[in-house]
């Protein structure tokens, strides 16, 4: 099973190898605050960048841990890159990008990324 998702204007696609997961974490540090992603993470092995990787460019910040990818057309941040706590390679997919999601059946779990 897999699901895909797009930037806004389309330029940037990705397809992940998993099932549509049903929970999603929603943090309050100021950039996910700002922007209302709610995140799924998945190995970076089940993500694939379809298209868009000459449209993308990257903001890091605090502890510059976590890539944020976004599209140098419309801004969407639709993925981050990172690594996970025991150090492997992973990916945030923001799920509002992902339109197969529906967003009120996810359980939010809520990270009070503001006290890192």
Known sequence: MS?????HCGAVTFTVTAEVPAEAMSCNCSHCRRKGFLLTF???DQ???ESGA????DYQFYKHRITHQFCTLCGT???AEGTGPDGS???AINL????EVD???LKINKVDGASF
């Open 89 to 91: 390679v992973m990916r």
């Open 77 to 79: 941040q639709a993925f």
């Open 3 to 7: 699901y895909s998702g797009s930037c």
């Open 103 to 105: 967003l009120d059946a």
């Open 54 to 57: 000459d449209k993308l460019t």
């Open 96 to 99: 509002r990008c992902v339109p």
């Open 47 to 49: 993500f694939t960048l």
């Open 42 to 44: 998945v190995p970076a």
